[in-house]
């Protein structure tokens, strides 16, 4: 008599008895159920697995589709997988090396996943000549080809020294790197037609399933398109981005001159015993940079006021304050201005589509009594700053008089700071913007990139514990809602800064594990939000720790960590 265990799925409310080691694509099945843009994934017992995944004990099963983050992450990786196996078939004779000179060497390509922008994914394709408009189309078919073949998508476990030697032989070093650094006794690959790779997260069951996509050419390389989350139907939209395009370019050079570029690279440094030299490096170029930008608000005679943006979790706040030192050394005095005085009395505040006080609209700021003291101060006036009393939720006068002196300039900081609405009867002869956002650079692998979103969480979720007593969970559990503000006010001006601050370090990852950890282990496993502790507390465990106590006061990272030397 066959086993059968019992599956309780969310996504109908109905239990049901299935075989006893069928996969979650079998269980799916059976539900009878019909998602469009699913399934990709699914939560079981609040842990995100693939479809690939062997149910042997009674679970509780919700299908995830394209629209929920993890299906997205779940059908973009099999699309990577998809173009690494296309290029493969299209520019090597043998599989694909994993360094510049292995390609020079024996003319076989090298694929790296690289940066998030525009809406998709900027890929770096090495084939020992430029790439053309025709390499792209090539590309693009074969892979359109590889996908109507609804080819399988199979999973294997195998030893972590079986996996190293498999890699070995194709001259992945990179993934080679990751796995000896990761202490793990088996490790899970993925096979398409032959082509092997190693991917963090799981990926689809069949080509088919990717429905749409697109590539092009994009500067130097390719721009690989994915569907858009609200609109899956439709690829994302195209947005130029060429200065956040430079920053990370930017990185990369920094990261060539300090020879790291993955987590494997890391991991290595660090057991070599060379962390306190990458910390100091990392430290240096992002002091230097912050003193350009000082010295070219001093070269830029005429502004009175520096405007500083940037995502939840940036490290505005300490940029500001750094740069704030930095102007001073140009004979600049800054006087610095807080936006959230400038709220509006609480019963003019506007509201959400839920009903509730949307304190991130730029209309919850007092804009019209904002310009008319900008204006009054850059004609050499004095004005009387207001002060917001947040538990009354009104604006009440503060006593506190400003006059602006030739030698002095505002800096206001702030997620709307970009908005041309904010100051949008002030002269832009005047102003000088600044965009900080923390842009991870360094990669899993060649063909595991890290979203930055991930590293400003792990921030979030340690300032949230540590200056606000907010949990883990809570801070998880808000950081979708986070998100979309951020899509709405700050992402859209990103493009119209006058200079862009990358505050990610290149050691940072392992600085902040330790903390993040033991805040991610106390998300109770019998919520929805445990299933991205556990997501990154896995992707943690890639990355041999660093102690807190070797980076210095004034880094950034201590706006988050504490023991700053900044007063916040």
Known sequence: MQQTVKIHCKNNGETLRVPMGCTLEEVYELTELKMEFGPLNARINNKVEGMHYRVYKDKTVEFLDIHASSGLRTYTRTLFFVLCKAAHDLFDSTPAADSAAEVSKTGMCKVTIDIPVSNGYYVDLEIGRPVTLDDVGRLRRRMQEIIDQDLPIHRYETTTEEAIRMFEERLAFSKVKLLRSQ????????????????????????????????????????????????HPSELGELVHQDKMFGIFKEHHRWQQLIGLRTIGDLNEAIDAGRSSLLIQVSEALQEKKIAKIADEIARKQGVRLVLIAGPSSSGKTTTCKRLSVQLLT??????????????????????????DYDFESIYALNLTLLNEQLAALFRGEEVELPRYDFPSGRSVPSGHRLRLHDDEVLVMEGIHALNPELTAQISEELKYRVYASALTTLLIDNHNYIPTTDNRLLRRIIRDHKYRGVAAQESIR????????????????????????????????????????????QVPENCVEYAEAYRLRKFLKYIRPIPEDQIPPTSLLREFLGGSSFEY
């Open 330 to 355: 140009n004979g600049i005095k800054p006087v610095a201005i807080s936006l959230d005085d400038y709220f509006l009395d609480r019963d003019q505040t506007p509201r959400d589509a839920s009903g």
């Open 183 to 230: 202490g793990a006794i088996y490790t899970t690959y993925y096979d398409l037609d032959g082509y092997v790779d190693y991917y963090y997260g799981a990926l689809l069951t069949r080509t088919s399933q990717i429905y749409l996509f697109g590539l092009e050419k994009y500067f130097d390389g390719l721009l690989l398109r994915i569907p858009s989350a609200e």
């Open 478 to 521: 808000l950081w979708p809602s986070v998100r979309k503000g951020e899509s709405r006010w700050i992402f859209p001006y990103q493009e119209q800064a006058d200079q862009m601050f990358n505050t990610a370090m290149l050691f940072e990852l392992a600085v902040i594990k330790s903390q993040a950890e033991p805040l991610l282990e």
